[in-house]
């Protein structure tokens, strides 16, 4: 199957990239990539419409695979990760290598491999099953796009065959990709997950924040949190986030109380305190629940509804810029005694757990006193760990008290919880985020999925509200997640603020592309870049003007033929010291040519107007490649041929 002739329209060179812009189109929209795929789009139309080419070869293509195989891994640093039944880290990078291959093929002319590997990506783009209906559109408008190239490219002339053969490559192509679909879909259940076990050593997990409830086993090996960036906090960041509360205990599963979620409260306004302001900005879903600070009087640009516990829920997070104004203390507003509600525990675990809470907190006289007793006493005596094994004798909370085992912060909130309760101390267990990663050039916060937390809130009666306390050993955990680390730099510092704010672009382009749209416009950044885009636009029409009076002075539209008669003339100016005079033919300057430096000259500059004359008046092909070698050529024999008479450059 032969490749398209050089002799193509603009149109025509449009046409046969339209499955490439398809294919980058349906890809951007199933994963959100519009960071890549948006600017490789912009590059693509303007390389169609000025008829920019390159030459293909494997080295090239190898190339073009790997800058995209990298550009594909720097974007899951800078944007949400794709959604894919193969881990980020390699679907990621995998499309951004076929995004290359396509990009370079569509351009190289190689148009049947550029439409081969569109095909590949939109076959793992589809992965979206929420995007069956883009599957018919898709292959709507690449069977209208191969018509389009059927006629336009000539094919039809070419006889029956050739045209059969087109045919037979066009319905392959699109039952591959559709095999691929499907094929995909088909083995995500099974064959995906031995992948994501094999890459990443254990199934991508979610913090206890997300679920409605939480659960202890005996035995456990919890999957250690991801880098995964969720929201961004530019202003003081407080020391918790939260987004959920747990208020009842069955001994083994934390939950939320019917009594507690059907309860509505209402924000506290005013105060005498000194009000904050923080800016959040949601990367990433996190469901309905909003992550918020303890002592949230308001929040800007969303409208929450305030849950018992005093935990937000919203919907349509993704994407979007709250501000939350709070005190200038971490403090819930006062609240009525939860009265047993929050002591009861079953009785057998009530009276295994006694002797301990009465051993650790008998010296304590009130519940301040108590919950600091305990606090201390699991930062003191015990370790983080993600591997939790309390099989022994007894519950696992009192195995994890007795023995002093090494757990992590969901164990050590649950038992001092209900060590407290035993002694009378209403207390509730909080899920959220303790936000570690501060930026000091920017002062934003940088909240990953890895900074998932859960500690104890305890209702102090000499305060009238909830109060926290976290038993976590603070130490270890940052220890057993790999927190422990230098400090980063000024460079670092610097790389991560860029990184911060390609995401918050990327996640408001991404989820609420309208919103961010408006908020970029209306930037003094953008005005800026608006006002040197246009500088250099008005400098390029100068230029693309002369450029245009040159090409006319010399009678010619096809700008590749313009610039090999303009370097053919310049070769003559550096070599031969000849210009033509005004009015002056091509003839004419050859016979000064001859006169000057030679018939052996001459005949070299002939050789090259016939070519010329031939591809400007009468159509015949002159490649670049020909035409290039020619003046070349002259250009060497110039420079080896002295001039009779002295003059000009040796």
């Known amino acids: 199957m032969s490749e398209p002739s050089e002799n193509v329209s603009r149109y025509g060179r449009l046409v046969e990239l339209m499955p490439v812009f398809a294919a980058l189109v349906v890809h951007a ?12 789009m912009v590059g693509l139309l303007w390389a169609g419409l000025s008829d920019v080419r390159m030459e293909y070869s494997p080295a090239r293509l190898l190339l073009a695979g790997a ?18 039944p193969f881990p980020p880290n390699i679907f990621g990078p995998l499309c951004g290598a076929l995004v290359g291959l396509s990009v370079l093929c569509g351009l190289a002319r190689n148009r049947y491999y550029a439409w081969t590997y569109a095909c590949l990506l939109v076959a793992l783009s589809m992965r979206v099953r929420e995007m069956q209906a883009v599957e018919w559109v898709l292959g709507g408008l690449v069977l209208s796009v191969l018509l389009v190239a059927f006629l336009e490219g000539g094919l039809g002339r070419t006889g029956l065959r050739a045209a059969v053969g087109f045919g037979v490559f066009a319905v392959l192509l699109g039952g591959m990709t559709l ?39 005996s035995l456990e090996r919890k999957a250690r949190g991801s880098e995964r960036p969720l929201l961004v906090l530019s202003g003081a960041a407080p020391a918790r986030l939260r987004t959920r509360v747990f208020d009842r205990f069955d001994g083994l599963r934390w939950t939320t109380s019917k009594e507690l979620e059907d309860r509505r409260l209402q924000l506290p306004s005013g105060g005498t305190g000194v009000e904050r302001t923080l800016a959040l900005t949601v990367l990433a879903p996190l469901g309905t629940w909003l ?10 640009g ?44 079953p009785e057998e675990l009530r009276q295994e757990l ?55 912060c969901t164990y050590f909130a649950s038992a001092m919880a209900a060590l407290l309760r035993t002694v009378g101390v209403p207390t509730r267990v909080v899920g959220g985020f303790a936000p570690e990663d501060n930026n000091p050039l920017t002062g934003a916060t940088l909240v990953r999925e890895r900074d998932a937390h859960a500690w104890v809130e305890v209702f102090l009666a000499d305060e009238g509200r909830f109060v926290a306390f976290d038993p976590t050993p ?3 955990r940052d220890e057993a997640l790999g927190l422990t680390q230098e400090q980063k730099g000024f460079f670092g510092n610097l790389v991560g603020a860029v990184g911060t704010f390609l995401r918050e672009v990327g996640a408001g382009l991404r989820y609420q592309p309208l919103a961010q749209a408006k908020a970029l416009v209306g930037s003094p950044v953008f005005g800026v870049l608006a006002a040197g885009v246009l500088l250099w636009r008005l400098r390029v029409g100068k230029r693309s003007e002369r450029k245009k009076a040159g090409r006319e002075a010399i009678g010619t539209k096809d700008v590749r033929l313009a610039a090999l008669y303009a370097r053919y003339l310049k070769t003559l100016k550096r070599r031969a010291g000849l210009v033509p005079r005004p009015s002056e033919t091509d003839d004419e300057l050859l016979s000064r040519l001859r006169e000057a430096r030679g018939e052996a000259v001459a005949r070299m500059a002939a050789e090259f107007l016939a070519h010329y004359r031939e591809a400007r008046y009468r159509g015949v092909p002159m490649g670049p490649a020909q035409g290039n070698a020619l003046v070349e ?18």
């Not at 924040?209 to 202890?216: A, C, D, I, K, N």
Request: aromatic content about 8%; proline content about 8%; hydrophobic content about 40%.
């Open 29 to 40: 929209v199933a994963h959100g990539r519009w960071m890549l795929c948006a600017p490789v």
């Open 354 to 408: 006694r002797p301990l809470a009465e051993e650790l907190t008998g010296k304590g006289r009130t519940a301040r006193e108590r919950a600091r007793m305990l606090e201390a006493y699991f930062h003191e005596h015990f370790e983080y760990s993600l591997y939790v094994d309390l099989r022994g004798e007894g519950s696992p909370l009192a195995v994890l008290v007795r023995e002093k085992r090494a757990a992590y």
């Open 302 to 345: 969303v409208r929450p509804e305030v849950r018992g516990g005093w935990v937000l829920k919203a919907e349509e997070l993704e994407g979007t810029t709250l501000a939350l104004r709070t005190g200038e203390q971490e403090h819930l507003p006062p609240e009525e005694s939860p009265g047993d509600a929050l002591t009861a525990l």
């Open 474 to 476: 603070w130490r270890s």
């Open 633 to 650: 050529q002259l250009d060497a024999t110039l420079r080896q041929t002295p001039s009779p008479f002295g003059r000009g450059p040796g």
């Open 179 to 217: 095999w691929l679909t499907r094929t995909i879909w088909a083995s995500e259940g099974v064959l995906m997950d031995a992948v994501y076990r094999m890459t990443s050593g254990a199934n991508p997990g979610t913090g206890s924040e997300f679920q409605s409830e939480v659960g202890l086993r």
């Open 67 to 84: 800058l995209g195989f990298g550009a594909g891994a720097g974007m899951l640093w800078v944007s949400e990760p794709p959604t894919a």
């Open 291 to 300: 992550p918020a600070p303890a002592g949230t009087r308001a929040v800007e």
